[in-house]
């Protein structure tokens, strides 16, 4: 018989763990007990070694899907120990044993789930019930330690059912800070807007049903969630739901839905093994599934996938007994911060709808919905908020390093802070152009800082002079009369990779929309070899002008003018008319004048100037529009590429050939979806063709790729066919997004690296 023991930090609290330690315990007939300690969880294992080793495997591969393990150790003991007789989770001591990680949100679990439709149950129809295994975390931690007195639930004094519940170590409700029923916890209120302001109409069951008629009706109505307001509607009434694109100030942008179940999904997406355990885990994201038909054509036009959640609060467990499909999208104006206070959404949200189903518990953090797909197997966080966040990342080289605050990019904003091993990113904070992001931005910082007790000691940021995240970096910087380190944009996209698989030296593959560059210029088409802290730009995109600026990047038609003026100006005139583009001989003039200084090596441009070429889209009416057109036509196992050229002399890659062979097939009338196709594996052919030129330069065998583009999920499989039993390794973000989102992680790293 051995004595263990085992140590265990990370999100181990509040999550269902001490109860699952026990569980595996007694599976595994171990004897001793499991305690909460300032840094997480001390377990005392008393059993044969072999058992132990299981044990512990056991606990290290299934623990709470919410519980996030960043480190553990083992030691085993002296034999003096006491000898157990039971394995026990040994009561709370009151003081320093909450560690200062704290979990997400969690999707209402099973067993709550059964209980709101258990007419005998005291939790019966209650939309706000939840247990230690799911319910409200993050979005309602005001401060720590922890408890619920800290919370926002603080108001609301547990009945002695509750209360009974709450201090009983065998009960799932065990210290289940939010633990509510219908005799103490929150309440559903039904609000109208009459003469411009709100009228609560009705209470309870009678604001849930109001609701239910309404969306029948055809209504708008906006529903407080955990982290924000959605939008809601009925999805299958072609009406309602372009009247809310209209509303919201996106006609075109794709919805998100919420479906009653699996097989609801199954009528319109193939669902596959991967994709259905992330759509019914814990975290319950918006998982994008390729369509397999044009039935929901109207909430997602001209894009590969539908966007599907499924119910993760009793509220909308209590909802789908009515429906089985339903528009859930962020309760927001455009691309405006989600609205998660009342007054202000009663406000913001008036021109959509006059309607609100809400409860009277305040959202104290806003977080969106998370946004998942897959390549393969292989998970592509699109956005990371509700469910992942405040999840914090292991990096192992920032032990003894000072901490660091990353302040990230401005298109996708989320900063991140560290200290010691570990990375904690905020969630999703939208476009920082934006000014009511860039409150949220500000917010989020304060608040991350407080609750995880973080103290800044270096500064990383952008390279970009202008964006709003640097000029912010600079004035924390100023004001700590902290360090500063700038580092260029795309690098940082290889750098995140880097860090989730705590490497050294890789082959840099960082495609993006845009990014300011270490000559000034827009870069996003860039191939880098980064050997410890150098790094070379081995070859980039050819530079085009970047004529008009931002609005180059709104309309893809002027990158298709630009592309062909530059490559092919004979046929100019044929393919770009003046009567559909009258702004063209502007742009002409402009080229012809020389008079642009600022040049691009853009891919996500270069994606949006084939998307118009062949005539799919020519003006993005929201973000990465015309790529995502583009990538719908495709075919992941085509293998025709048009020609390209590696200028060895200048770093570049020259794509005249590209150009002229699409032109081609276009005057052959090849079907777009043939050119998006050849056009996609072209760019698969590209990276692989100079990595493996990278290689014979550099020794490297790791390809670390990143950035906005990878999120194109047909080029990510293309390219993995094309490298799949080549002598190179991939490496992509899964822990951050390889979007600007995930830049924060990189800017990190690289000082981690610089800094040994
Ligand atoms: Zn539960
Ligand atoms: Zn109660
Ligand atoms: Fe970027």
Redesign the pocket.
């Known amino acids: 018989m051995q004595h263990a023991e085992i140590l265990l930090t990370g999100i181990v609290q509040g999550v269902g763990f001490r109860p699952f330690v026990k569980r595996t315990a007694l599976e595994h007939g171990i004897k001793g007990y499991v305690e909460n300690r300032e840094f997480g969880v001390k377990i005392i294992a008393q059993a044969p070694k072999k058992s132990i080793d299981k044990f512990l495997k056991d606990i290290l591969n299934n623990a709470p899907a919410v519980s996030t393990i960043l480190t553990h150790s083992m030691k085993y003991l002296e034999d003096d120990v006491s000898d157990f007789e039971t394995f026990e989770i040994a009561p709370s001591k009151k003081k320093g044993e909450i560690s200062a990680l704290i979990p997400p949100d969690i999707a209402t679990c099973e067993k709550c789930a059964q209980e709101i439709i258990d007419k005998n149950d005291r939790h019966f129809s209650y939309p706000f019930t939840n247990c230690t295994n799911c319910g409200p975390r993050f979005s309602i931690i005001q401060s720590i330690p922890y408890d619920r007195k800290n919370t926002t639930m603080g108001k609301f004094i547990?009945?002695d059912?509750?209360n009974r519940e709450y201090t009983t170590i065998a009960d799932r409700r065990y210290h289940a800070q939010p633990?509510?029923?219908p005799?103490?916890?929150p309440e559903l209120r039904f609000i109208e807007i009459a003469d411009e302001s709100p009228v609560v109409t009705a209470r309870r069951e009678k604001a849930f049903d109001k609701t239910i008629s309404l969306l029948q009706m055809g209504e708008i109505v906006a529903i407080k969630g955990i982290g924000g307001y959605h939008l809601v509607c009925n999805a299958m009434n072609k009406d309602v739901v372009e009247k809310l694109g209209i509303l919201k100030y996106r006609p075109q942008k794709p919805f998100a839905l919420m479906a009653k179940d699996i097989e609801t999904i199954e009528e319109y997406c193939a669902v596959n093994k991967d994709e259905k355990n992330m759509l019914e885990g814990q975290q319950k994201p918006i998982v994008l599934l390729t369509k397999e038909n044009e039935i929901l054509e109207h909430v997602a036009q001209g894009v590969k996938d539908l966007g599907f959640m499924l119910p993760y609060t009793p509220l909308h467990y209590l909802l789908f007994k009515h429906f089985s499909l339903l528009v859930f999208t962020s309760g927001n104006i455009s691309e405006e911060a989600l609205e998660n206070n009342d007054d202000s959404a009663y406000q913001n949200l008036a021109n959509i709808t006059q309607y609100y189903l809400s409860y009277n518990r305040e959202i104290y953090n806003r977080i969106d919905d998370s946004i998942v797909t897959f390549a393969g197997d292989q998970k592509i966080l699109i956005r990371k908020a509700r469910g992942f966040v405040p999840k914090p990342i292991n990096i192992a080289r920032g032990i003894g390093k000072p901490q660091i605050f990353a302040s990230g990019a401005d298109m996708k904003g989320s900063f991140g802070l560290t200290k010691e091993n570990i990375f904690i990113g905020s969630q999703y904070l939208g476009d920082l152009a934006f000014a009511s992001n860039t409150k949220f931005y500000k917010e989020s910082l304060e608040y991350f800082q407080s609750i995880f007790e973080m103290k800044p000691q270096i500064v990383m940021t952008d390279s970009h002079p202008n964006y709003f995240s640097t000029r912010l970096a600079q004035e924390f910087a100023e004001n700590n009369e902290l360090p500063i380190h700038f580092i260029q944009h795309h690098k940082a996209h290889i750098y995140s990779v880097m860090a989730e698989n705590d490497l050294e030296n890789v082959l840099g593959v960082s495609f993006d929309g845009t990014g300011y560059g270490d000559d000034g210029n827009i870069w996003g088409g860039e191939f880098f070899i980064i050997n410890n802290t150098e790094s070379e730009r081995f070859a980039h995109l050819n530079y085009v002008p970047m004529i008009s600026g931002e609005r180059a990047a709104k309309e893809p038609w002027r990158m298709a003018l630009i592309y062909l003026y530059k490559y092919y100006p004979e046929i100019v005139d044929s393919i770009i008319t003046e009567k559909k583009f009258p702004q063209k001989d502007m742009i002409i003039l402009q080229l012809l004048n020389d008079s642009v200084r600022l040049q691009t090596s853009s891919m996500g441009r270069f994606f949006d100037a084939v998307a118009s070429l062949i005539d799919v889209c020519h003006f993005n009416s929201y973000e990465g529009e015309a790529p995502m057109k583009l990538e719908a036509l495709a075919d992941e196992n085509f293998s025709e590429y048009y020609h390209f050229v590696f200028d060895k002399q200048r770093s570049l890659i020259e794509v005249d050939l590209i150009i002229k062979g699409i032109v081609n097939d276009i005057q052959e009338q090849k079907s777009k979806k043939y050119i998006s196709s050849k056009f996609h594996f072209t760019i698969a052919k590209m990276v692989f063709d100079l990595c493996k030129k990278m290689k014979n330069e550099s020794g490297i065998d790791a390809v670390a790729l990143s950035g906005g583009v990878f999120q194109n999920v047909v080029l990510v499989n293309m390219i993995k066919r094309v490298f799949a039993g080549s002598e190179l390794k991939l490496f992509w973000n899964t822990k951050v997004p390889p979007n600007d989102a995930g830049i924060a992680l990189g800017q990190v790293y690289s000082y981690l690296l610089k800094s040994r």
């Open positions: 547990m009945c059912d509750c633990n509510a029923c005799k103490c916890g």
